[in-house]
C-alpha cells in the first residue's frame, strides 16, 4: 500500500510542472506571428549575447508604436510605452501639528 502512495505521490509530482507550463495561452502561431514583427521591427536573434537584452527591448518598443500608431491610442491596447510618472521624497512640507503635552524622546537630552 505504501509503495502504490509513493508512486502515485510522485507521478503527481512530476506531472504538475508540465500541466503548468502547458497553461501559456499563446498558441505556436500566435508565438511565431509575433516572432515576424519584431524581425520585420529590425530585431536579429544572432547578435551577440551582450546586446541581446536592448536590442529585444527597442524592438519591441517600436513593435509598440506600430500598434499604438494602428489603433490610435496606446490606452486602448496592452502594449505601450511605460507610464512615466514621479515621486519625491525628502522632508514634510509642512510641520506636525502640536499636540498638547508631547514631548520630543529627546526631552531632557
Do not use: N, W
Request: aromatic share 6%; proline share 6%.
Amino acid at each position: 500500500m505504501k509503495r502504490i502512495l509513493i508512486a502515485s505521490l510522485l507521478t503527481v509530482a512530476t506531472a504538475l510542472p508540465a500541466a503548468a507550463f502547458a497553461q501559456s495561452g499563446l498558441t505556436r502561431q500566435q508565438v511565431r506571428a509575433e516572432l515576424v514583427e519584431l524581425q520585420q521591427a529590425g530585431y536579429r536573434g544572432t547578435t551577440s549575447d551582450a546586446t541581446y537584452p536592448s536590442e529585444l527591448l527597442a524592438a519591441e518598443q517600436r513593435v509598440a508604436a506600430l500598434h499604438a500608431s494602428q489603433t490610435g491610442s496606446v490606452a486602448d491596447s496592452g502594449y505601450g510605452a511605460p507610464a512615466s510618472g514621479s515621486t519625491s521624497s525628502g522632508s514634510r512640507t509642512a510641520p506636525a501639528p502640536a499636540i498638547p503635552g508631547l514631548q520630543s524622546v529627546y526631552f531632557g537630552s
